[in-house]
Every structure is written in structure tokens, then in C-alpha cells.
């Protein structure tokens, strides 16, 4: 299959194979650890439900990538135009940059020492001051990702025609180390982890994939795709050191606490045991700002992110478990919102990911900035709706890069015509 590693195919079942560990998890060893009884162990019901919703999921995946066609004439045209796209590089990457080191200032005058928390093993005080919203933490990456995401993507098109100049590269190569350095400096795992994932996946079709022949692809898949698990256990072994957490035990303990536990989750919401105060509003389906604009227009109370965040910790405790981690995984929310026509929000999730793999292999903005994110969101299933939760930031820097790509083509070609004229 081509691409395996990084197309939608594959992914989904990284989910199936952390809710197994919890399925097979001996309750004795769990409880010992978490001082809560593991309801996932053995748990057909849990089992059932979490290949129902990837059954759906799949069929989605399917549909749209056999439905879904972009014609090689749409794509020999755009490889035309790249060399005036590869002009929009520098100026966007400028003004990331600038944006990036001016929030690092910013941290430095206000909050000093801030920049060296992580470091120093004290990443916890960092989240602290970000729970008190002494530091706004999520804003800017999320602007910043997308960019970088379309600026290698469009660099290593620009390389494969000779296009692609050293000082772009170096240009480019020194935003991204920046852009790490700020996500490490504010402990942003929920930002570090798409991040990489995203950079992971546009190397691999254009210095990978694209240079095999795809009897290849299955066999380099496994490989490359094991690295990369190992790649993210590490860095967030390297999260769990950096918020104090020193010994292996307690590292174990966030591995599992941030994967297999969450389908402890879904099997008290599964049992009607657990669930959370504001799942039924839609919340944890519909993306913002869309989510209060409903709301108000059925003026029905809109309520902030830390109050959502804060509920789930209430419900987790009235549950009678481990307050330290409040995933329900994917599955759960999902239940938790609509019950059994969850599938549903599941094939709708399928569709969307094919159509965007389909525009990321035609490399249209919209695939360059939002297929890697619904990737890492279907990666990070036993989490949250990673997709819909950050879809505004990643929708806007989609919208901005398409409009400049448009009137930077129209501008150049539209003078270009008029030259010719003159002439």
C-alpha cells in the first residue's frame, strides 16, 4: 500500500492497540498504580464499541478515497506556478519569526526565569502560571505550526524542480528550531506532539515515499513508523523528567496514565457511571467560534475553556477515579454527547480525513495545513478531539495562505501579461 505510514490507513490503529493494552491489563497491578479498578479489563462492551466507531471511521476513509479525484492537468498547472509561490516564503517566515521572538521578549520581561522552568525540571510552575492565565500559551503556536508546515512542504517542492535556495532553507530550518524552542519553553506537549508528527509526515512523502518504488513502501512503512512511536514516547519521557516526575515508575505511570487509562474511561461512560457536565451541550463535537455562535443564537450561557476543563476534573472525581487524568478518549466524548449516533460523528470524521489526504498528496493548501492535523488527531484517539478543538487557528492560517497564494499568482502573472503586451 503507498504511503502506509502516513496515510489515513494505517494510523486508527494505534488506538485499537492502547485500548488492548488496557483490556489485557491485570486489575490487581493496575489498581496498585492508579487506586482505581481497571472496569476496561476484559471488557467486551469497550471492545465492541471501539471497533464499531473504527468501522465507521474507515468507511469514511474509503468513500473518500475512492470518490475523490483531482485531475493531473489541476496539478502539472499549480508546479507551474510554485516558483511565484516560493516568493511568499520569506516574507511569511519573517513575520513568524518576528512573531516568535517578540513572545520570547515578552516572557523575559514579564515573567522572569520563565524561559528556563522547563530545564530545569520545574515545567510544572510553568503550568501553573498558564492555568492561572498569567501566560497565554496557545495562541501563537497554533498560528505558528500551520505556517511552518506549509513552508516545508512548499520549500521541498520548490527543491524537487531546482528551485529551492540554501538561505530559504537556512531561513526556514532557523524559524522551526525557534518555534521548538518556545513549545519546549511553555511545556506545550498538546502543541510539540502535532508539531513533529506533522513535520514527520510531509519528510516522509517527499524524502521517502516519493523516492521508492511503492513495492517498497509497505516494509519501509513498519520501519519508519516505529521510530516514530518510539520518537514520541521518548520526547514525552523527556516532558515527564521535565515536570519532576524522576523515577521510571513514575514515568510508567504517565505512559499509561495518558493512553491505556483513558479506556478506563470510556468503560464507566460506556456503564453510564461517568459523564461529564457540559458533554451534552455539543461542546466536545462542534468547533469553535461556530459552537457560541449556536449557543448564543438560542440564547443559551456560554461558558469559558477553564470552566469545560474544570468540569472534567469534577466529573472524573465523582466517579471515584484518579482525578490526574480526565481523558475519555475520542470514543467516550463522543458517546458522552450523542450515544449510539456517535458512529456517525465518526463517519463524517473518516470522509473528512480522505478528502484532505486526497488534497495533501494534490498539494493544496488546505491538505498542507489541515491533513496533518486531522492525522495527529486521529493518532491521539485515546485523547481528545485534537481536530476540532484547534480547528479555528489551523482554519485561519489555511484561509490566509490560500488568499495569499491566489493574489500573489494573480499579481505576478496579471504584470507578467502586461509586459508582454507592451512589448
Not at 517578540?102 to 515573567?111: A, C, E, F
Not at 438560542?298 to 472525581?317: H, T
Not at 489555511?398 to 505576478?412: M, N, P, S
Request: overall charge neutral; proline content about 4%.
Amino acid at each position: 500500500m503507498r504511503y502506509l505510514a502516513i496515510n489515513p490507513y494505517l494510523v486508527p490503529l494505534l488506538s485499537l492497540a492502547v485500548m488492548l493494552v488496557a483490556f489485557f491489563y491485570p486489575g490487581s497491578t493496575w489498581e496498585a498504580i492508579f487506586d482505581e479498578p481497571n472496569l476496561a479489563f476484559l471488557n467486551l462492551k469497550v471492545l465492541a464499541w471501539v471497533l464499531s466507531c473504527l468501522f465507521f471511521l474507515y468507511l469514511g476513509i474509503f468513500i473518500s478515497d475512492n470518490l475523490i479525484y483531482f485531475s493531473e492537468k489541476t496539478e502539472v498547472h499549480f508546479v507551474m506556478q510554485l516558483p511565484t509561490v516560493g516568493w511568499l516564503l520569506l516574507p511569511v517566515l519573517a513575520a513568524t519569526l518576528l512573531a516568535l521572538l517578540l513572545y520570547l521578549i515578552y516572557l523575559v520581561k514579564v515573567h522572569p526565569g520563565y524561559i528556563f522552568y522547563t530545564f530545569i525540571g520545574q515545567a510544572s510552575l510553568a503550568k501553573e502560571m498558564i492555568q492561572r492565565d498569567e501566560v497565554d500559551f496557545s495562541t501563537l503556536p497554533n498560528f505558528a505550526i500551520p505556517i511552518l508546515w506549509w513552508a516545508w512542504y512548499r520549500y521541498w517542492q520548490l527543491v524537487s524542480i531546482d528551485r529551492g535556495s540554501q538561505f530559504t532553507k537556512f531561513f526556514l530550518q532557523s524559524v522551526t528550531i525557534v518555534l521548538l524552542f518556545v513549545l519546549i519553553v511553555i511545556a506545550a506537549r498538546f502543541a510539540l506532539m502535532p508539531f513533529i508528527i506533522g513535520l514527520f509526515i510531509i519528510y516522509a512523502k517527499f524524502w521517502i515515499f516519493d523516492q521508492l518504488d511503492c513495492r517498497q513502501h509497505f516494509v519501509r512503512s513498519i520501519k519508519i513508523y516505529s521510530v516514530l512511536l518510539a520518537f514520541i514516547v521518548g520526547v514525552f519521557s523527556l516532558f515527564s523528567l521535565a515536570r519532576g516526575y524522576g523515577e521510571m515508575a513514575q514515568i510508567w505511570e504517565m505512559i499509561l496514565g495518558y493512553g491505556p487509562v483513558s479506556f478506563n474511561r470510556l468503560a464507566y461512560v460506556l456503564d453510564g457511571e461517568l459523564s461529564f457536565e457540559y458533554s451534552k451541550t455539543g461542546v466536545y463535537l462542534i468547533p469553535e467560534p461556530i459552537f457560541s455562535i449556536v449557543r448564543n443564537l438560542f440564547l443559551l450561557p456560554i461558558f469559558s475553556d477553564f470552566e469545560l476543563w474544570e468540569s472534567e476534573f469534577a466529573g472524573i472525581a465523582s466517579a471515584g477515579l484518579n482525578e490526574q487524568f480526565i481523558w475519555l478518549t475520542q470514543f467516550g466524548y463522543a458517546f458522552d454527547s450523542v450515544g449510539i449516533f456517535s458512529v456517525f460523528v465518526f463517519l463524517f470524521y473518516g470522509l473528512v480525513l480522505g478528502w484532505l489526504w486526497k488534497s495533501f498528496l494534490a498539494a493544496k493548501v488546505v491538505g498542507i495545513v489541515l491533513y496533518p492535523l486531522m492525522y495527529f488527531s486521529v493518532f491521539f484517539m485515546f485523547g481528545s478531539f485534537h481536530f476540532i478543538i484547534f480547528f479555528p487557528f489551523y482554519g485561519f492560517i489555511f484561509l490566509v495562505l490560500f488568499f495569499l497564494e491566489k493574489l500573489l499568482v494573480l499579481l505576478i502573472f496579471s504584470s507578467s501579461k502586461e509586459v508582454t503586451h507592451v512589448k
